[in-house]
């Protein structure tokens, strides 16, 4: 993560990390510890009635019981960068930033974690890093369409639809049916005023996923 070139706008850029930064997940996947994913869930409705010390907690032994769960790590780092960001405790955040990259490092291709990340490093005034993280994931992942669809997020909301027009078409030529890459250029479609061709995106995502 060393392109020093920015091309960023002085405006903040809130949308993109407001996101990453309150999304929790529990994925129930393979060759996962039972016990350490009913924890995630627990960790999981706690944080989402704002009971974040109880969710670190759950968070916190669902890794003990599994310390290969990327999505307890996920989950981790999202209630540190929560807590962190609502007391602008760095430490706090300083840690949410590591257990990110904790979460990669187990999972390489864990979208959500790419997201909390960039968010992270947005919030904190590290822009360039966030492109550069998600521009080496695509590179790391190049038949995958979620690093594409996070990476237009960020050049939509930085005001380049052009390239983020242009990462939406990639995504959707590597999957014609992908939900996200349809719903994303709905989305951007939407907003840049291409109403018909919009609503063409949203109809065909709805056949994938009604």
């Known amino acids: 993560m060393d392109r020093r070139q920015s091309f960023f706008p002085k405006k903040p850029f809130s949308g993109f990390a407001a996101s990453a930064l309150i999304a929790i997940v529990c994925v129930v996947s393979s060759g996962c510890n039972l016990q350490s994913n009913r924890l995630n869930v627990v960790g999981r409705e706690a944080f989402e009635r704002g009971q974040y010390t109880v969710a670190i907690n759950e968070f916190q032994k669902a890794l003990k019981a599994n310390p290969n769960n ?8 999202a209630s540190f960068g929560m807590v962190g960001k609502q007391t602008k405790n760095k430490q706090w955040l ?25 968010g992270l490093l947005i919030e904190t005034g590290r822009e360039q890093y966030a492109f550069d993280l998600l521009n080496q994931w695509k590179d790391r992942y190049p038949a995958s369409t979620d690093p594409l669809v996070e990476l237009a ?8 639809s052009n390239r983020a027009t242009d990462l939406l078409a990639d995504a959707l030529r590597l999957n014609p049916g992908d939900f996200r890459s ?6 951007l479609r939407e907003v840049n005023g291409q109403t018909h061709l919009a609503i063409d995106n949203y109809l065909r995502a709805l056949q994938v996923d009604g």
């Open 94 to 118: 300083d840690q949410a930033e590591q257990l990110y990259r904790q979460a990669i490092s187990v999972n390489g291709g864990h979208a959500d974690a790419h997201r909390g990340l960039a």
């Open 153 to 160: 997020r960020l050049y939509q909301e930085y005001g380049d």
């Open 70 to 77: 990327a999505d307890a790590y996920y989950n981790l780092a």
């Open 182 to 187: 349809l719903t994303a250029m709905g989305h």
